[in-house]
């Protein structure tokens, strides 16, 4: 016999239930917050973030091909805006590469990927490759992990700013501008999610893609982690 769904407080539960995997609680991310990263540690993070940064808006792109809604692919065009910006030199992107160049990196090299270690080139492509090859709703709920980086985003200024002297405030306007974004996107998703996923089926797949994602970025800061060592 069918498996009755999950009531939607029990759907909702599921899946923030999945927060204490998040990257937030990974060893790299708590010697970050504590200031016991020096120069090239950071310099090999900044790098490394930007492999999965910058292919955040072909993931979006992959979910909107999908996605047989317009509604929904109207509201999540918007994610693309954001990242890519409205023109050259504006964006979320941009912003990273901001960040990279106070932690003593130059442009080009942050663009031509050299310093991007396998582990994490390996975690990214899958990630793209899970948004391009799923149901669009089951790519949307991966990117559920917006529902606990709000908080994170929040303390990591503080963190940097208190523990790495050559860092400006104006050097972190990626997470400064992207704390109240990713808290609206991440209510946005999980409406989405609730709504669509209304089968015990999807529920499951739904929770099974966000454990995927928390493994996407675990591995990515293991793979981090060792080319920092």
């Not at 029990?10 to 937030?24: D, H, P, Q, T, V």
């Not at 991007?116 to 090859?133: E, H, I, K, L, Q």
């Amino acid at each position: 016999m069918p498996v009755e769904p999950l009531s939607e407080s029990a759907f909702i539960a599921e899946l923030r239930g999945l927060s204490g995997r998040y990257w937030g609680t990974h060893p790299f991310h708590r010697r970050l917050h504590a200031g016991e990263l020096d120069e090239r540690g950071l310099r090999i993070w900044a790098a490394n973030r930007w492999c999965y940064q910058c292919v955040l808006p072909q993931k979006d792109a992959a979910i909107i091909s999908n996605c047989p809604l317009p509604e929904i692919r109207r509201q999540w065009l918007d994610r693309i805006v954001y990242h890519d910006g409205t023109g050259a030199g504006t964006g979320g992107i941009e912003r990273w590469l901001r960040l990279c160049t106070a932690v003593g990196l130059d442009r080009a090299e942050v663009l031509d990927e050299r310093h991007v270690v396998p582990g994490v080139r390996f975690a990214v492509d899958a990630y793209v490759t899970f948004a391009r090859t799923k149901p669009w709703w089951e790519a949307v709920a991966s990117g559920l992990t917006e529902m606990f980086a709000g908080h994170l985003m929040q303390r990591r200024v503080a963190d940097m700013l208190a523990h790495y002297s050559w860092i400006a405030p104006e050097d972190l306007a990626y997470f400064t501008n992207r704390i109240d974004k990713v808290a609206g996107e991440g209510k946005d998703t999980l409406d989405i999610v609730v709504r669509h996923c209304v089968t015990r089926e999807q529920q499951d797949r739904a929770i099974a893609a966000l454990s995927f994602k928390c493994d996407v970025l675990w591995s990515m800061l293991d793979a981090i982690e060792r080319a920092a060592a």
